[in-house]
């Protein structure tokens, strides 16, 4: 029993060692996924405010025609003023008058509101364009520099594995099975150390009886409130 817990303990440093590896792909993988996340918000963003821009100037330049054929309305209607020759067409056009003039105000107004944030837009706008060209120039440049590590990274994972499985394929099915179980749920320590009669695992006391058991290496044991397969060393001779 003892070779297979030796086993188990090499299959869990193998195991950790692989973690390790598969981490630090994740984590290389995760810097260039961040990088072009952010530029695709910053494209997003970009196109937003352009068709939010050309929307505004469009409209601001429309309203800015209708604006300048509503003074040319009314200098025509204040010319026919003086050819009035009753009080009731005097009145229609002076009505007529206060509502083109009306109609201006609210077009004025609405320039000046589209006029108010074209500004901001504008810059932000630049400050975006400069940020996505910036952007795509780092990416291509992260995605070359870490090609070769991520290369590298697979070679050492597809060897580890490799390792993995011949030390795996000594191990009975069950007991692998269940090893598999607790290393994914114990954070990577499925096998732990019996020691002056506590699981080094989890702090736990250890019945007496299963302690003596341990001890003596004839089968496989488990601690009672961990589950970790528990094996047992003497103490160094002083």
């Not at 352009?50 to 009314?74: C, M």
């Not at 120039?137 to 590298?152: N, R, T």
Request: aromatic letters at 2%; glycine letters at 4%; charged letters at 35%.
């Amino acid at each position: 029993m003892r070779e297979e817990i030796n086993r188990l303990m090499d299959l869990q440093i193998i195991d950790r060692q692989l973690q390790e590896l598969e981490q630090s792909l994740t984590s290389i993988a995760g810097r260039v996924d961040q990088l072009r996340d952010e530029n695709q918000k910053n494209q997003a963003e970009f196109d937003r405010l352009s068709e939010q821009d050309k929307e505004i100037t469009a409209a601001r330049k429309k309203a800015e025609r209708e604006l300048a054929e509503g003074e040319v309305r009314i200098r025509n209607k204040r010319m026919r003023l003086t050819l009035v020759r009753n009080d009731k067409e005097l009145q229609a056009l002076t009505h007529e008058i206060e509502s083109l003039k009306e109609t201006n105000q609210r077009l004025e107004s609405e320039v000046l509101t589209s006029m108010e944030g074209a500004d901001a837009r504008t810059a932000r706008i630049k400050e975006l364009t400069e940020a996505i060209a910036k952007g795509r120039i780092d990416l291509a440049a992260a995605e070359k520099e870490i090609a070769a590590e991520v290369e590298e990274l697979k070679g050492n994972i597809g060897k580890t594995r490799k390792s993995r499985e011949k030390v795996a394929e000594n191990v009975d099915a069950n007991l692998l099975s269940r090893y598999q179980m607790i290393f994914s749920r114990r954070a990577g320590v499925a096998v732990a150390l019996a020691k002056g009669g506590t699981c080094q695992g989890c702090r736990m006391r250890l019945p007496p009886q299963l302690y003596n058991e341990i001890q003596k290496h004839r089968q496989i044991h488990f601690c009672p409130n961990c589950q970790r397969v528990l094996y047992y060393e003497e103490p160094a001779p002083e």
